[in-house]
């Protein structure tokens, strides 16, 4: 097995998205003036998976997602805030969200002993406003060759459209020398199978595999791609 590039999804595979979430809303909740509770963070978690979703399926833009999600939160945790404080809010969080830097067990170890042997691509549905900040305070800085933003291309993942831009930086490599290395089946696994290039399913929570998408490597833990691919720390 030879792989030229290695294209790597950020939340939840490389950042610890659901950490810096946590203390991005619990931050954002006490500058507002409102008291935090854990339940906040369940709803908000449920709410935010969900529009991404839909995001992805087309069924809302990009620029609605942000602040319609506090909405919904707002109503179904008693809150009270009118348009505009909504807004601030999900300014405000956003910027809270940029400084969470906190990185999944293994990722800072496997990027470094992977940046020798492979161009490496970071693909994330996420907002630029909040994955440009983050990887640039964080110690993947300049780690990665390109990075493609579902904000900045107009189009997220699973879409083939993003791909096309991935290898367009990418330089159009052979697909059959590109691997993807992602926690979402929807997003990674199903988009990266569709496009026609080799997936690796991050599993750390031992999910059960599905029989609806195709899926080439399975790992629990981020350093067992390293046995995979052929790559001592």
Same mark, same amino acid.
């Given at each position: 097995?030879?792989?030229?590039?290695?294209?790597?999804?950020?939340?939840?595979?490389?950042? *610890?998205? %659901? #950490?810096?979430?946590?203390?991005?809303?619990?931050?954002?909740? !006490?500058? @507002?003036?409102?008291? +935090?509770? =854990?339940?906040?963070?369940?709803?908000?978690?449920?709410?935010?998976?969900?529009?991404?979703? *839909?995001? %992805? #399926?087309?069924?809302?833009?990009?620029?609605?997602?942000?602040? !319609?999600? @506090?909405?919904?939160? +707002?109503? =179904?945790?008693?809150?009270?805030?009118?348009?505009?404080?909504?807004?601030?809010?999900?300014?405000?969080?956003?910027?809270?969200?940029?400084?969470?830097?906190?990185?999944?067990?293994?990722?800072?170890?496997?990027?470094?002993?992977?940046?020798?042997?492979?161009?490496?691509?970071?693909?994330?549905?996420?907002?630029?406003?909040?994955?440009?900040?983050?990887?640039?305070?964080?110690?993947?800085?300049?780690?990665?060759?390109?990075?493609?933003?579902?904000?900045?291309?107009?189009?997220?993942?699973?879409?083939?459209?993003?791909?096309?831009?991935?290898?367009?930086?990418?330089?159009?490599?052979?697909?059959?020398?590109?691997?993807?290395?992602?926690?979402?089946?929807?997003?990674?696994?199903?988009?990266?199978?569709?496009?026609?290039?080799?997936?690796?399913?991050?599993?750390?929570?031992?999910?059960?595999?599905?029989?609806?998408?195709?899926?080439?490597?399975?790992?629990?833990?981020?350093?067992?791609?390293?046995?995979?691919?052929?790559?001592?720390?």
């Amino acid at each position: 097995m030879r792989y030229s590039w290695l294209l790597f999804d950020a939340d939840g595979t490389l950042f *610890d998205y %659901e #950490q810096a979430e946590v203390t991005a809303l619990a931050t954002t909740f !006490a500058q @507002f003036g409102y008291p +935090f509770e =854990a339940r906040h963070a369940v709803t908000y978690r449920a709410i935010n998976g969900q529009m991404w979703r *839909d995001f %992805e #399926q087309g069924k809302l833009s990009q620029q609605r997602l942000p602040t !319609a999600r @506090f909405e919904r939160l +707002f109503a =179904a945790t008693g809150v009270t805030a009118d348009t505009a404080v909504t807004a601030a809010f999900s300014l405000r969080y956003l910027n809270n969200l940029a400084q969470g830097t906190m990185l999944i067990t293994g990722a800072e170890a496997l990027v470094t002993a992977l940046r020798p042997h492979y161009r490496l691509l970071l693909i994330t549905n996420g907002l630029h406003e909040v994955q440009r900040p983050r990887l640039a305070r964080s110690v993947l800085a300049g780690c990665f060759d390109a990075v493609v933003i579902s904000s900045e291309v107009g189009v997220a993942k699973p879409d083939p459209a993003i791909f096309d831009v991935a290898f367009a930086h990418m330089g159009y490599p052979p697909k059959a020398e590109t691997l993807i290395i992602g926690d979402s089946l929807t997003s990674d696994m199903r988009g990266g199978s569709d496009y026609g290039i080799d997936t690796c399913w991050f599993n750390p929570h031992a999910q059960p595999r599905p029989k609806d998408v195709t899926i080439r490597y399975e790992i629990r833990r981020l350093t067992e791609l390293l046995d995979l691919l052929g790559v001592r720390l």
